[in-house]
């Protein structure tokens, strides 16, 4: 979850496509048809799905639904890449938890955390704790609890991974369900240039099958997306449970619903989670 090049992993349903006969249509017939259009058109940036698709990541990433619980998440577990902390992950040592603690500072100089940057300056990169260690964690909480803290998560989260990933996804002609994929691989993978980052799982799934944009099937390219991206989470032993595909949104495609559509079951490391 993090805007690193590489991911991190903490223990942490159907667009439904109305064919129109060659009637004639009458006057009245327009309008319903007008209304449904911006249905079938919802993203997941729509504020509905976009809650839908925090708290899918959450139960991945923290075990839970409550995603706004999570301001105050902080714990290393041992990935290599130091304090994992916050809604979506950022971690001290792949550069987004100190973009984030830079924007903090910006916002409200002076605030509890921001003297730790020096120290988030010369970690990153790295899985230390030197300059963080003892107080860190402790003051990190202190911090989730400023609405200005909880705004800035909610913002670098956005720029860095819930809005390229969407906006990739509407490129490529997917829907809610597509996006969200697009949205769960960057959040664990980042966008770097390695072979398991989002960029790297996309061009992968590219040499299977073809996007709705480039004339291809859109379930057949998601389930091509799927592989490459277990794929990719086999490669990491701390990413090597891949329940967040297999018994989450592989079962979503499974069914048929492409927008994400509630009622939700579904699985994450063996807890079943559910949304009405």
């Known amino acids: 979850m993090s805007a690193r090049t590489a991911a991190l992993t903490p223990p942490s349903r159907r667009t439904v496509l109305a064919l129109l006969g060659a009637l004639t249509a009458a006057p009245l017939l327009t309008s319903p048809r007008a209304t449904v259009a911006p249905a079938a058109a919802l993203g997941l940036d729509d504020p509905a799905k976009k809650e839908i698709a925090m708290k899918l990541v959450a139960s991945a990433e923290n075990s839970s639904l409550d995603w706004k619980a999570q301001y105050k998440y902080i714990e290393d ?30 916002r409200k100089p002076g605030n509890v955390i921001s003297k730790y940057l020096p120290a988030l300056r010369r970690v990153n990169g790295t899985d230390s704790h030197d300059g963080l260690d003892p107080t860190f964690p402790a003051d990190w909480r202190r911090a989730a609890q400023d609405a200005v803290f909880q705004q800035a998560q909610n913002d670098e989260r956005d720029r860095v991974y819930f809005d390229p990933a969407v906006r990739q996804g509407k490129a490529d002609g997917l829907g809610v369900l597509g996006q969200f994929t697009y949205y769960d691989a960057i959040v664990m993978h980042g966008d770097g240039n390695d072979p398991a980052s989002f960029r790297n799982i996309r061009k992968r799934a590219l040499r299977k099958a073809k996007p709705p944009a480039q004339g291809g099937d859109e379930v057949t390219y998601l389930h091509a997306f799927l592989d490459a991206r277990v794929w990719a989470m086999k490669q990491e032993e701390a990413h090597s449970d891949t329940s967040r595909v297999d018994t989450a949104q592989r079962v979503f495609l499974r069914n048929g619903n492409l927008g994400l559509n509630p009622p939700l079951d579904w699985k994450v490391y063996g807890d079943s989670y559910h949304i009405d």
Request: proline content about 0%; glycine content about 24%; hydrophobic content about 35%.
């Open 77 to 106: 577990i041992g990935d290599g890449r130091g304090y994992t902390a916050g809604i979506i992950g950022f971690c001290s040592g792949t550069g987004d938890m100190l973009d984030l603690v830079e924007l903090y500072a910006r």
